[in-house]
């Protein structure tokens, strides 16, 4: 069986990516990471957002996931407008982890994107590009996101043990995600007006 993936915009204007392909990833990624076949998969790009904007938002409903990202979460950063399929398949991926996650994964409780905190992003991707890293089979940055989640979580000893623990978990709850940025907060001796930066989704109001 495939799963009931929509795309918005059914065609893409602003930037070269073909919607089938794109499609055909999301698919792939889907089949790859468990989504069951009975939950339908909702995608909208805003092509308007090109690189380096990489940012994605996921809500989950029974029996159906939703997933907002910008354009440039797909995009190869070598060139201009043009779909990356190894990157686009994590990005992916990563996403439908936290739709799953959202839905039977232990985060039912979990505030939306738009509202939960930077430190908690960044924690559950972590948790969502690891799990993608165990399974192997995808394209992973691991310095990349190892620096994204050291600039919101704060760079000490800490924050890297929790990094390296998350990063190799089998499994994590929104609970245990929460006590985990109560001890980054503790250990973060950044003056305040350095912590705040944006979140990662960018998704409008």
Same mark, same amino acid.
């Given at each position: 069986?495939?799963?009931?993936?929509?795309?918005?915009?059914?065609?893409?204007?602003?930037?070269?990516?073909? /919607?089938?392909?794109?499609?055909?990833?999301?698919?792939?990624?889907?089949?790859?990471? #468990?989504?069951?076949?009975?939950?339908?998969? $909702?995608?909208?790009?805003? %092509?308007?957002?090109? !690189?380096?904007?990489?940012?994605?938002?996921?809500?989950?409903?029974?029996?159906?996931?939703? =997933?907002? =990202?910008? !354009? #440039? *979460? =797909?995009?190869?950063?070598? @060139?201009?407008?043009?779909?990356?399929?190894?990157? *686009?398949?994590?990005?992916?991926?990563? $996403?439908?982890?936290?739709?799953?996650?959202?839905?039977? #994964?232990? =985060?039912?409780?979990?505030?939306?994107?738009?509202?939960?905190?930077?430190?908690?992003?960044?924690? &559950?991707?972590?948790?969502?590009?690891?799990?993608?890293?165990?399974? !192997? !089979?995808?394209?992973?940055? %691991?310095? @990349?996101?190892?620096? +994204?989640?050291?600039?919101?979580? #704060?760079?000490?000893?800490?924050?890297?043990?929790?990094?390296?623990?998350? &990063?190799?978990?089998? +499994?994590?709850? &929104?609970?245990?995600?929460?006590?985990?940025?109560?001890?980054?907060?503790?250990?973060?001796?950044?003056?305040? /007006?350095?912590?705040?930066?944006?979140?990662?989704?960018?998704?409008?109001?």
């Amino acid at each position: 069986m495939s799963h009931a993936i929509s795309l918005t915009p059914e065609a893409f204007t602003l930037v070269k990516f073909d /919607a089938a392909e794109l499609l055909a990833i999301a698919e792939d990624a889907a089949t790859a990471v #468990g989504v069951p076949d009975d939950v339908s998969i $909702a995608i909208d790009v805003d %092509e308007a957002l090109p !690189g380096p904007l990489i940012a994605s938002a996921a809500e989950a409903v029974p029996g159906k996931l939703s =997933f907002w =990202f910008s !354009g #440039g *979460s =797909f995009e190869d950063p070598k @060139r201009l407008a043009m779909l990356q399929p190894e990157m *686009s398949r994590t990005e992916l991926a990563a $996403a439908f982890l936290r739709g799953r996650d959202r839905l039977d #994964g232990g =985060f039912e409780d979990a505030p939306p994107d738009g509202e939960i905190s930077e430190r908690q992003r960044a924690i &559950w991707d972590v948790y969502a590009e690891g799990r993608l890293a165990q399974q !192997g !089979g995808f394209l992973i940055n %691991e310095p @990349r996101r190892r620096y +994204s989640y050291r600039l919101r979580c #704060g760079f000490s000893d800490v924050a890297d043990a929790e990094y390296d623990r998350v &990063w190799k978990a089998p +499994s994590l709850s &929104w609970t245990e995600l929460e006590e985990i940025e109560g001890r980054l907060a503790g250990a973060d001796t950044r003056p305040e /007006a350095r912590k705040p930066l944006r979140h990662e989704s960018l998704r409008p109001s």
